[in-house]
């Protein structure tokens, strides 16, 4: 109970800002279903950043998903503030416009989506991809470390920089990872990428996140998921409960280990995945290091 009252009693850095009059909106370079982001400059310091403003309806909805499971919605300025890492993008303040809006002023990173390195699966996505999907083991592990549970880890979530390094960039979903949050019917997040138990209205923990992490490695590694892709929550219900197809069959050629370590990561009962993302991130690491190792041979 202490970590949620920290969580809920901290106040906002900074309110009720002329968002317009405070920050040269120089064009939007992302919007997702929750949100619209531009690049700026902010007239404090003038600094490059990414502006985040979130629309209001939109989360008023995500409110009352909450307030009907008698929980309250975690501030997204709040966690993203708190959390620190190489690999998840810096969240320099947040808080409110004029318009009653809340907003996330972040650094902005020069890069592209992972989204885009998947459809296109470039020589730069072919060399880096075990290193990106480790670096992104690491965020997430930081999110877990801090006692959260991500609830919306996939490729459009992630940004990949000019010198290939992984940043998360939404929290937009994030929930404490404690025992009024784990309870069934919090059924939020990407269909696609959705654990079992998520979709159907068990009880959760951070290992919802592992799955995900999974689903989203064997994405990376080639252009497709382990199941037919699913465009409502019905059409991913009619196949869950099917097994995954083996990574090996696109990716015939991938060492044995990290398809292994992938394919426990989409096991469908959470007690056979990895206890733990830093476990699963570990074996990635082993195989990275042992795979350098024999190319210096």
């Known amino acids: 109970m202490d970590f949620l ?6 106040q906002p850095k900074i309110e009720k800002v002329d968002i317009r009059r405070r920050f040269e909106l120089h064009g939007r370079v992302g919007q997702g279903s929750m949100s619209k982001v531009w690049r700026a400059t902010d007239t404090i310091g003038n600094r490059p950043v ?3 403003v979130l629309d209001k309806v939109r989360l008023a909805r995500l409110d009352k998903r909450f307030q009907s499971l008698g929980l309250k919605r975690p501030n997204e300025g709040e966690v993203s503030l708190s959390l620190r890492h190489p690999n998840i993008v810096k969240t320099l303040e947040f808080g409110m416009t004029t318009d009653d809006e809340e907003f996330l002023v972040m650094e902005f990173v020069e890069g592209v989506s992972m989204s885009y390195l998947v459809d296109t699966q470039s020589p730069r996505m072919k060399k880096n991809c075990l290193s990106y999907c480790i670096q992104l083991g690491n965020a997430l592990d930081v999110v877990h470390k801090a006692n959260y549970i991500h609830r919306d880890l996939c490729p459009r979530n992630v940004i990949v920089d000019t010198d290939d390094v992984v940043k998360l960039i939404d929290f937009g979903l994030v929930v404490p990872n404690t025992e009024p949050y784990r309870r069934p019917g919090n059924r939020t ?3 696609n990428y959705m654990a079992p138990e998520l979709i159907k209205r068990q009880a959760t923990d951070e290992r919802i996140d592992i799955f995900s992490y999974a689903v989203t ?3 990376m590694f080639t252009r497709n998921l382990p ?3 699913g465009d409502t929550l019905e ?3 009619q196949h869950i409960n099917s097994p995954p197809r083996d990574i090996r069959k696109y990716a015939p050629k991938l060492d ?3 398809c292994d370590t992938i394919m426990r990561g989409l096991e469908q009962n959470p007690r ?6 830093r476990a699963m991130v570990d074996s990635l690491k082993d195989a990275s290091y042992r795979l350098r190792s024999a190319k210096k041979e």
Not at 5 to 10: E, M, P, Q, T, V
Not at 272 to 277: H, L, N, S, Y
């Open 5 to 10: 009252k920290r969580l809920f009693s901290r």
């Open 50 to 52: 990414a502006l985040k």
């Open 189 to 191: 997040g990407t269909a």
């Open 217 to 219: 490695c064997f994405e």
């Open 227 to 229: 199941w037919d892709s």
């Open 235 to 237: 059409s991913v219900l």
């Open 256 to 258: 044995d280990q990290v």
């Open 272 to 277: 056979d995945r990895w206890p733990t993302v």
